[in-house]
Structure formats: structure tokens, C-alpha cells
């Protein structure tokens, strides 16, 4: 869209552009072009865009990506462009605001894209809710101000570098692509833009529990200047933790580097798994075909075998009647990185489900004193991965914690979500949890 494209169309939706909202629309339509190029969009991709404004960066969308979902806050703008894009099957416009929109469903989309020109006045608070873990984005081309690209890409005894930096960094890959000066906007902004690709980051640093790396972090750069030690839990003891980093001790939070304060977050991770998700030398009963206690094996010999042994699955829900699931860490031995149970488990040598199912709740989500419904028994099977199953329901006690070893992160859902989203990905999950929900969907 030219700018005399752009003028009319705000004419039309009766805006008049606020500096409250941050909004400055671009008006060079090969700039947008070469925009929506740099997000690398497919037949197959649900691409959601967050400020579509006037439409420059979506029409350029239009009859190349699978679906097109625009986020806009404006309720006149969010109208005018459901006018505008009202004869495309593959667009959907929604009045909402970005920084709080419900990812949730986006998980069943998947390939998802995020393209926006995000408004000065709320980029940061769009980010952490699109970007923040769990995210289901496999790619993001994004436009902010310099400054907060910045602070973005900042490192170590920087003014730049702090809590943004962190989390980006942590969990992504962000590539400064463009700076864009004010000349393409309407109206023109005092400041220069910068265009920046974003790609998950991978495996190179060690698993870590994200919401107390966030926490630390905050903590860390709540006072910059002042000592880190000043601002961290008493346990584990300070001096030690520095000595574990090689750090000085009295070094302030903008001095460590990413794998740094990762390395310190799991020092102060005290959770008596965060560091174990399976030990081959576990010992499990070995059963028969009438799961009959026959003999004892290790787990590595079980799982190599394919013997018959015991596991208990568990789905706990919350006042809302929604239903927690878990991605399973990359570090499990059977289906790491899929969607699971809230929490599923072996029986050790001995022990009975109802015993494991106590255990394991506690041990993977922080849940005590619940009261257990035994809602099916499931069968050996390729998809159980032999084990005979007893599946549990219940409602939340506590607050979810798990340990990072073994759970990436979770979600909670409404069951018809999870059943689009099986039936648009079944991939996406742990065999065990399909033949599980199956079974619970079918209790009356």
C-alpha cells in the first residue's frame, strides 16, 4: 500500500493515527514485500500477524501461506479489514490485543509464523506472550525500534543487556535483517526501526527450569549495580554457586553470560529430579499376560526387550475443567519433545499403581493429597509401549511444578482443543497419552 493508500484507508476506518498506541503505518508497498519475503512463507504455514494495521504487510500474504490470522487491536481497524478481506477464505481478522491473545490454539496449526510491525507502545509485552515457553512459532519476522532490538541482541557489560536480552536469548535466535528509517511510515516516527528474524535457538544449552531462570533473572537486575548475591535465594550458599561458575563473588547480574546465568539457575534448581529424567539402572517388575509379577530387569533391559511391565498415566484437571498436558523433555529415552499425560510413570519393583500414581504426581507436578479416580486399565501394546496402564483422573491441589529433566513445559486445555488438536497432529504426542485419551474419552 502506497501512502495515499494508507491515508484513505484510515479515512475510511475513521482513524486517526495515536501516538498512544504506537501506531505507524508503512506505506512503501516494496518494503512490505521484501517484509513478508524475509518471513519465508509456505503453502503450509498458519501465519499470524499482530498489527496488521491497514493491511500493507497482509496483503502481500494473501494466496501464499495455508491460513492468515491478523491480530488487531484497533476495534475500527480490526472492522475495516474484515470488510477489506472479507471475500478471502484464508484470512481471519480478530479484535484483540496481542500482548494477551490465546496462543493455545495456534499448537494444532502448526507450521506457525509471526510477522508484525508491532506497535512501539506494547512490543515488548507481544513478544513475551508470543515467544515465552511453550510457544508454538517456528519462525517470527519482526519490527520494533532499534532500541529494543538492541536490547534484544545486547551482551555482557552492556547497558543494553538485561532481563530482555535474557529471554530472548535463552530460548531464541534473533537476526537483525534491516534498519528501516522513518521516511516509509505514516506518520513519521521520530526514530529509526529495525527488522529482526527470529528461529527457536535448539539444544546447545543444557535443559533448565524456565519460569525460576525468569525469576533469577528479574531478581538479578531488579538493583543492576548492585552484587548478584544480594538478590539470589540463601540456598544453595552463594559462595559455593560462584565457585561452581568461576566467577568472582561479587560480580553484578549484568557480567554473567547466557550460559552463566543458565549454569546458575540450575544450581539453585532444588528439585530432587532436576537433573535425573530416567536411570537405566531402575528396577521394574516384569509381568505375564495377566500381569502377573514374574521376575525383576533393570529399565534399559525392559525398554530393549520389550518385556511387559506396569505404568501409571494421570490427568489433572483444574476448577475450569481443563486439562494439563506436558511436553516431555528432549532428555527422555522414549518420545522426548512430544505431548503427554499431566504425569505418566513406571511402577518400581514392588509397588502398586495407586502407590506410583501418588508418587509420580508429586515427583512430576507438585500435587498432593488429591484424590484419585481410576478412570481405565489399558493393555499391553506397541503404542503403551508394553506396559500394562492404569489412568487416573484428578483435580489440582497444588500449583504445577515439574522437574526440567523430564518436563519441558506444559499447557492447560479444554478436552475438545485436544481432540482438534490430535486430530489435526496426532504426531505431535506420545503414543502412550493417545491410546490413554482415547480410553478416557470413551468413559461415559
Known amino acids: 500500500m502506497s501512502g495515499t493508500d494508507v491515508r484513505a484507508a484510515l479515512a475510511e476506518a475513521e482513524v486517526v493515527p495515536s501516538k498512544k498506541l504506537g501506531q505507524n503505518f508503512l506505506t512503501d508497498p516494496n518494503t512490505a514485500r521484501w517484509i513478508v519475503d524475509q518471513l519465508q512463507p509456505e503453502p503450509g504455514d498458519f501465519v499470524v500477524e499482530v498489527g496488521p494495521g491497514t493491511g500493507a504487510l497482509s496483503e502481500a500474504l494473501v494466496g501464499r501461506v495455508r491460513r492468515l490470522l491478523l491480530v488487531e487491536y484497533d476495534r475500527r481497524l480490526a472492522a475495516w479489514l474484515k470488510e477489506r478481506f472479507a471475500g478471502e477464505d484464508t484470512v481471519e481478522v480478530v479484535h484483540a490485543d496481542g500482548a494477551r491473545f490465546d496462543l493455545r490454539s495456534l499448537f494444532k496449526e502448526r507450521p506457525v509464523k509471526f510477522l508484525g510491525n508491532l506497535p512501539y507502545s506494547a512490543g515488548g509485552a507481544?513478544?513475551?506472550?508470543?515467544?515465552?515457553?511453550?510457544?508454538?512459532?517456528?519462525?517470527?519476522?519482526?519490527?520494533?525500534?532499534?532500541?529494543?532490538?538492541?536490547?534484544?541482541?545486547?551482551?555482557?557489560?552492556?547497558?543494553?543487556?538485561?532481563?530482555?536480552?535474557?529471554?530472548?536469548?535463552?530460548?531464541?535466535?534473533?537476526?537483525?535483517?534491516?534498519?528501516?528509517?522513518?521516511?516509509?511510515?505514516?506518520?513519521?516516527?521520530?526514530?529509526?526501526?529495525?527488522?529482526?528474524?527470529?528461529?527457536?535457538?535448539?539444544?546447545?544449552?543444557?535443559?533448565?527450569?524456565?519460569?525460576?531462570?525468569?525469576?533469577?533473572?528479574?531478581?538479578?537486575?531488579?538493583?543492576?549495580?548492585?552484587?548478584?548475591?544480594?538478590?539470589?535465594?540463601?540456598?544453595?550458599?552463594?559462595?559455593?554457586?560462584?565457585?561452581?561458575?568461576?566467577?568472582?563473588?561479587?560480580?553484578?547480574?549484568?557480567?554473567?553470560?547466557?550460559?552463566?546465568?543458565?549454569?546458575?539457575?540450575?544450581?539453585?534448581?532444588?528439585?530432587?529430579?532436576?537433573?535425573?529424567?530416567?536411570?537405566?539402572?531402575?528396577?521394574?517388575?516384569?509381568?505375564?499376560?495377566?500381569?502377573?509379577?514374574?521376575?525383576?530387569?533393570?529399565?534399559?533391559?525392559?525398554?530393549?526387550?520389550?518385556?511387559?511391565?506396569?505404568a501409571i498415566h494421570a490427568f489433572i484437571f483444574n476448577k475450569g475443567g481443563e486439562v494439563f498436558l506436558q511436553k516431555r523433555s528432549r532428555l527422555k529415552d522414549t518420545h522426548p519433545g512430544t505431548w503427554d499425560s499431566s504425569v505418566a510413570g513406571h511402577l518400581d519393583a514392588g509397588e502398586d499403581y495407586e502407590a506410583c500414581a501418588v508418587r509420580e504426581l508429586e515427583e512430576e507436578a507438585g500435587q498432593k493429597g488429591a484424590e484419585l479416580k481410576l478412570v481405565a486399565t489399558l493393555p499391553p501394546t506397541v503404542e503403551t509401549g508394553w506396559e500394562f496402564v492404569h489412568l487416573f483422573e484428578l483435580r489440582q491441589?497444588?500449583?504445577?511444578?515439574?522437574?526440567?529433566?523430564?518436563?519441558?513445559?506444559?499447557?492447560?486445555?479444554?478436552?475438545?482443543?485436544?481432540?482438534?488438536?490430535?486430530?489435526?497432529?496426532?504426531?505431535?504426542?506420545?503414543?502412550?497419552?493417545?491410546?490413554?485419551?482415547?480410553?478416557?474419552?470413551?468413559?461415559?
Open 126 to 310: 507481544i513478544l513475551r506472550n508470543f515467544l515465552q515457553r511453550p510457544s508454538p512459532v517456528s519462525r517470527a519476522v519482526l519490527m520494533l525500534q532499534k532500541e529494543v532490538i538492541d536490547r534484544i541482541l545486547a551482551v555482557p557489560r552492556t547497558k543494553n543487556y538485561g532481563v530482555l536480552a535474557l529471554r530472548m536469548q535463552s530460548e531464541w535466535l534473533s537476526t537483525p535483517l534491516k534498519t528501516i528509517g522513518p521516511e516509509v511510515f505514516y506518520p513519521r516516527p521520530t526514530i529509526n526501526s529495525t527488522l529482526m528474524a527470529v528461529e527457536p535457538r535448539g539444544d546447545d544449552l543444557p535443559v533448565y527450569d524456565a519460569r525460576l531462570f525468569d525469576e533469577l533473572v528479574r531478581r538479578g537486575f531488579a538493583q543492576r549495580r548492585k552484587q548478584l548475591r544480594k538478590a539470589l535465594p540463601p540456598e544453595p550458599e552463594w559462595a559455593v554457586v560462584a565457585a561452581a561458575l568461576g566467577v568472582a563473588e561479587t560480580i553484578r547480574a549484568e557480567e554473567l553470560s547466557l550460559r552463566q546465568w543458565v549454569d546458575l539457575c540450575r544450581h539453585y534448581d532444588l528439585h530432587p529430579l532436576s537433573e535425573i529424567p530416567q536411570r537405566g539402572d531402575e528396577v521394574f517388575d516384569v509381568v505375564n499376560e495377566d500381569d502377573e509379577v514374574v521376575r525383576q530387569e533393570q529399565r534399559e533391559v525392559v525398554h530393549q526387550r520389550n518385556l511387559l511391565h506396569r
Open 397 to 444: 491441589t497444588n500449583p504445577i511444578r515439574f522437574p526440567c529433566s523430564e518436563v519441558d513445559a506444559g499447557l492447560w486445555l479444554f478436552p475438545d482443543e485436544v481432540n482438534r488438536w490430535i486430530a489435526r497432529r496426532p504426531q505431535d504426542f506420545a503414543s502412550g497419552f493417545l491410546e490413554c485419551w482415547k480410553a478416557w474419552s470413551a468413559v461415559p
